[in-house]
């Protein structure tokens, strides 16, 4: 965290990964049970699609977990399945999951709906924060 002063105080800027963000090649991940939904909690993310952003999306990979179903918390095997993601989108995660993601260096984001909708979203808001100025 970069601290500067403000308007009477200080004022705390959360620097997210720069390389990621602006202008160079950032990997998303996706939880889905058909491919073409994301419509999954991570802890029940037995399919997860990978893909590739640098000016436009483009598929890489599916990959597939082994899932205990009578088992709880089992976002952790989804994160480390993510390892060389920056970005893993879900419909839900949990407390514990959203700890294991910040050590791991993976940002969780919250959303559902069709993966391209999905996704198109997440790239659109980036384009536009790539494009603003941080006073």
Known sequence: MQSCIGWGGSVEFILFNVSAIWGVKMRLAVVSSDGKN??????????IYIYDYED???FVEMRKLKMDEDS??????VIKTCSDCDVLICVQYGFKSKIKADD???KLVMDEGPIDEVLKRYTDHVEFMKNQSII
């Open 56 to 58: 436009e999306l483009s």
């Open 104 to 106: 791991a260096g993976l």
């Open 72 to 77: 709880k918390h089992q976002g952790g095997k």
């Open 38 to 47: 994301v419509d999954l909690h991570l802890g029940k993310g037995h399919t």
